[in-house]
């Protein structure tokens, strides 16, 4: 006799397959932007639409990472598995956020990059985003799991911070208004107040 089916269907790639799968997936975005640039589609400045995309798509993963959490909780609906690489691409548009201001965009000149900073206070947001995102990268792995322990979750409750120091780097970046930085800062703070809703406790009869 054929055995009888279960009740959930096992997926034919494993969770890190799957993983990897969405870690690709998500830098299709990165791919058609750079491809755009390089076929002067962006307008007349390829450049500056390249450094906001990637500081955009970054806080769009940054967002869905947080989310997943809340998800499971309240539509309990579970993509844990999917949220080491979802917060891996958060990172990666950072870093390429950076790379291209820093490198494309300043051709790392110190004394150019240097009076940036000292005249802008949003770029030492972004910085501190970046590198609390950088910090979490590195610890993402199985190893560094293992290696911190107990330390591992609360180092990474620092995604909040960060998730705040994007806001405040989003909403203050532009001379001029624009109304999209405030509904991304909007989204987070929904996402780390429902973090503050009491777990309910079940009542025994």
């Known amino acids: 006799m054929a055995p009888a089916p279960s009740g959930r ?4 790639f494993s ?7 969405l870690y690709l997936f998500g830098l299709l975005p990165a791919v058609l932007v750079l491809s755009q640039g390089m076929a002067n589609m962006l307008g007349p400045n390829p450049v500056s639409a390249c450094l906001h995309e990637f ?6 993963f940054l967002l ?20 080491r690489p979802l917060g891996l691409l958060a990172f990666t548009y950072a870093a390429l956020h950076v790379v291209f201001y820093a490198g494309v965009a300043r051709h790392f000149d110190t ?7 000292t005249s802008r206070p949003f770029l030492t947001f972004g910085l501190l ?5 950088l910090v979490l990268a590195l610890t993402s792995t199985r190893r560094a799991i293992m290696a ?50 009491p777990k309910q406790t079940k009542r025994v009869a």
Request: hydrophobic share 55%; net charge positive.
């Open 55 to 60: 500081g955009r798509w970054a806080f769009r």
């Open 111 to 117: 004394h150019v990059l240097w009076k940036d900073f």
């Open 129 to 133: 985003t970046f590198l609390i995102l």
């Open 148 to 197: 911190l322990g107990r330390r591992w979750a609360k180092l990474h409750k620092l995604v909040y911070v960060a998730m705040i120091l994007a806001s405040v780097h989003y909403t203050i970046a532009f001379k001029t208004w624009h109304v999209e930085p405030f509904i991304y800062a909007a989204l987070a703070a929904g996402l780390l107040a429902l973090r503050l809703v």
């Open 64 to 83: 869905i990472s947080l989310a997943v959490s809340p998800i499971r909780r309240f539509a309990k609906l579970d993509f844990m598995v999917y949220r």
């Open 15 to 21: 969770p890190l397959t799957r993983q990897i799968f």
């Open 9 to 12: 269907r096992r997926s034919r």
